[in-house]
């Protein structure tokens, strides 16, 4: 798993991770924020690796499907970079920096 991935998917469980289920969001937070291996998973939810990779699978493509259609972690990253060409344009306005401090 690369780092880009790791980093992606973690901004859509950030954004759309309610909206998984309880056992998806349990399998998904041990594999990509606490790194365990599908077969630690399997061992501490008692199921086979097959249904975590399964469970982990289905996360993904929901996160992915919920930001195709929603643009929430996109659209954030644009706010983001329109604000840090802001704050370089007027470093000394402190309105867009409490502004930027809000995003």
């Known amino acids: 798993m690369t780092l880009e991935k790791t980093t992606y998917m ?5 954004s759309y991770g ?3 289920t309880p056992r998806q969001r349990a399998v998904f937070e041990s594999h990509y924020q606490e790194d365990f291996s599908l077969s630690e998973i ?5 199921a086979t690796k097959q249904a ?8 993904e493509k929901q996160l992915t499907t919920f930001e195709t259609h929603l643009h929430l ?3 954030q990253a644009a706010r983001n970079e329109l604000m840090q060409t802001l704050l370089s344009k007027y470093p000394t ?3 867009l920096k409490d502004l930027a401090n809000l995003l």
Do not use: F, M, P
């Open 10 to 14: 973690n901004s859509l469980y950030d």
């Open 18 to 20: 309610e909206l998984l």
């Open 42 to 46: 399997a061992e501490n939810i008692v």
């Open 52 to 59: 975590v990779s399964q469970l982990l699978k289905t996360a």
């Open 73 to 75: 972690v996109e659209n």
């Open 93 to 95: 306005d402190t309105t």
